[in-house]
């Protein structure tokens, strides 16, 4: 049987939030669209249905009325501290600049005209640990969290009669002709198909969800390749496409850049091998090794230097930590990064949300408790103990360690705020002086507190999430060769080009620019091939 032909002008593989954002600005400019997706039409968004939905933005109303007075000078300055470009980042530098300069008209701006808001607290996340990071709150999160940004977006462009899609159809090459890419070729639910476009973006996101990709390109910085690692990433996100663009003649960059997390759990419905969530991890709590003692000598405090987290995690004996807490700590701090684990987000009920922050989230930290193996939770230290020793299996714990670790804590707190001398209390004081951060980070208490509520251990561990580097791209979000001129025919959008120009974050990021920059990468390539893009 031949395979089905298909003829359109722009093809956009990837029914993510770059493909969308790509799909739907040519759309409105009156393009006509061929969307192709391996997943389920039901799964259109990707992974930003599953994301907390938070972006980095600067300039805006949220911020001027929490009285924050920021610029793209700034956040420029910070992001090239944090980002560490090397001189072969020249085109991830670019798109670092471009971001800086537009985030406030090409990415808020536009998505406001559309329908999406966000909460009026703006957060400060990525502070680092020397004041080498985010200089300010930037931490913008969408009411609807990544699923309502999604959804809100690809409702408008299903809205278009100029778009087609092939959803259950997964590309196994694209096709060049005279060195131009001009379609491509794979297999859906009624046999080989073959599309020829005049246009072709790839929007296919990174290689995370495939920890044998991750594995091959993990950096030795983060200490050995975990065999404990969590996947927190769907398993399709497994950079086939990669290989494809290379073979037409595209560069594939800095694959060894990835953005984890330090605070993995094992997730409690698991729905593919290794599935973990990733928690926003508690600030109150400390962070212990697998022997019971303190993570230090600078203390592991959430919120601060993510990049500097996995990298010590990676290099603990078992590569693996504990955050130990108590109840009261648990309900006002503990969180989940992701859509479902935070409803009224998702749901938009401020009220709602309202109570949850000064009250505490007794919910979520039942369900951990009850389901999570990695959550324990114990009336006395030395049963606790008990269970994380069990747990573990390693015969690492010690328990008269453990228990002298959490004395000499809480001794430093009971001596009174004048007499603080340690360095995570310091961070819990500066932490409370933004009122985003007051919300959700508990008043300075004793681990081993009589009225806190059971001691709480959480075993946490790397997570893959995000690839930072991919294809190579200019301001056109062109895919380029390896002379750095355009592939004919061929654009790059999202977590496959590593969020733009193959790596727009470097070796760390400020946090929050994932789906911005899907949305802004997927925009310049529509306008790229609708000719309305500028000549940067």
């Known amino acids: 049987m031949s395979a089905a032909l298909h003829r359109c002008e722009t093809l956009v593989i990837g029914a993510g939030l770059a493909g969308i954002s790509t799909a739907l600005e040519l759309l409105d400019q009156g393009r006509e669209v061929l969307l192709l997706d391996a997943a389920p039409r039901s799964h259109c968004g990707g992974q930003a249905n599953d994301a907390f939905g938070g972006m980095l933005l600067c300039g805006t109303p949220e911020q001027r009325r929490n009285k924050v007075q920021d610029s793209p000078q700034l956040l420029l300055e910070d992001w090239l501290r944090v980002a560490a470009f090397e001189p072969d980042d020249h085109w991830g530098r670019r798109w670092a600049e471009h971001y800086a300069e537009r985030n406030k008209a090409d990415i808020y701006d536009w998505l406001r005209q559309r329908g999406v808001s966000f909460f009026p607290a703006v957060q400060w996340v990525e502070r680092g640990n020397f004041g080498d990071g985010n200089s300010l709150p930037r931490y913008h ?41 001009v379609g491509c070729h794979g297999r859906g639910p009624e046999g080989d198909f073959r599309i020829e476009a005049e246009h072709v973006v790839v929007c296919s996101g990174g290689i995370n969800g495939d920890l044998a990709k991750v594995r091959q390109h993990w950096d030795p910085l983060y200490g050995p390749f975990p065999e404990n690692i969590l996947n927190g990433t769907d398993p399709r996100a497994d950079g086939e496409l990669h290989a494809q663009v290379q073979a037409a003649g595209g560069q594939v960059v800095k694959l060894g850049r990835m953005w984890n997390y330090a605070a993995g759990i094992a997730h409690p419905e698991p729905q593919y091998p290794q599935h973990g969530l990733s928690l926003i991890p508690s600030r109150s709590a400390l962070w212990l090794d697998a022997t019971g003692r303190r993570i230090g000598p600078q203390p592991l405090v959430g919120g601060f230097d993510t990049h500097d987290q996995c990298k010590r995690i990676g ?23 992701g859509t479902d684990s935070n409803p009224h987000f998702r749901d938009r009920k401020l009220l709602r949300l309202l109570w949850q922050l000064f009250t505490g989230n007794r919910e979520l930290v039942r369900w951990l408790i009850e389901r999570c193996p990695d959550v324990l939770a114990a009336e006395n230290l030395p049963q606790l103990a008990g ?24 001794a430093g707190i009971r001596r009174g705020p ?4 340690d360095e995570q209390l310091r961070r819990l004081q500066q932490l409370r002086q933004w009122r985003g951060d007051r919300l959700r980070t508990c008043r300075v208490q004793p681990i081993m507190d009589s009225s806190g509520g059971p001691l709480i251990a959480i075993r946490t ?37 590593g969020f733009g120009g193959g790596g727009i974050s470097g070796i760390r990021s400020l946090e929050g620019t994932f789906l911005s920059n899907c949305i802004l990468n997927g925009r310049r390539a529509a306008q790229a091939i609708a000719g309305h893009a500028t000549n940067t």
């Open 418 to 421: 004048s007499l603080y001398n």
């Open 315 to 337: 290099q603990l004996p078992g590569q693996y930590g504990w955050q130990l807490l108590n109840w009261r700590i648990a309900i006002k701090e503990m969180a989940i990064s």
């Open 461 to 497: 561990r790397l997570i893959s999430r995000k690839s930072m580097g991919g294809m190579l791209t200019d301001l056109h979000s062109r895919v380029l060769d390896a002379q750095g001129e355009p592939v004919p025919g061929l654009y790059a959008a999202g977590e496959a080009a």
């Open 387 to 410: 269970k994380m020793a069990a747990l573990a299996g390693d015969g690492r714990l010690d328990p008269n360690l453990l228990a002298a670790t959490v004395q000499h804590y809480d």
């Open 141 to 181: 999160v969408a009411w609807g969290c990544g699923r309502g940004i999604a959804q809100t977006l690809a409702r408008q462009m299903f809205e278009h009669d100029r778009l087609s899609c092939l959803f259950e159809h997964r590309v196994l090459g694209l096709e060049t002709r005279d060195g131009a890419v």
